[in-house]
């Protein structure tokens, strides 16, 4: 069955780095696009950033532009977010969503599974 694993949230200061993984098993991992979405305590889901199943292109939420890189490796089954210059407002449980095709999803009408997520919490 399709698995999607998050893993390496934590606790990281202001300013700090985090990296988190996606661990992917149950498909054709290189034929999907995949997505991390996040939801803050109180708040609605956020979509963060999205990756082609080729890595050929890659979105990003106006809020971690120029901060989060995503990147996946095929050969791996696994996607990455590569978190920097973190802050408070980045606090949230973050999840990656399959797409249904090779473009990343967008939207939940646009996701078939999810992980469990991965905390994330900012604070000094």
Not at 49 to 59: A, L
Not at 80 to 85: F, I, R, T
Request: contains cysteine.
């Amino acid at each position: 069955q399709v698995q999607l694993v998050e893993s390496g949230g934590g606790l990281a200061q202001p300013g700090g780095s985090l990296r988190l993984s996606c661990a992917a098993s149950g498909f054709t991992f290189s034929n999907y696009g995949i997505t991390w979405a996040r939801q803050a305590p109180g708040k609605g889901l956020e979509w963060v950033s999205g990756i082609y199943s080729d890595g050929s292109d890659t979105f990003y939420a106006d809020s971690v532009k120029g901060r989060f890189i995503i990147s996946r490796d095929n050969a791996k089954n696994t996607v990455y977010l590569q978190m920097n210059s973190l802050k408070p407002e980045d606090t949230a449980l973050y999840y990656c969503a399959k797409g249904r095709t090779k473009v990343p999803a967008w939207g939940e009408y646009e996701t078939d599974y999810w992980g469990q997520g991965t905390q994330v919490t900012v604070s000094s």
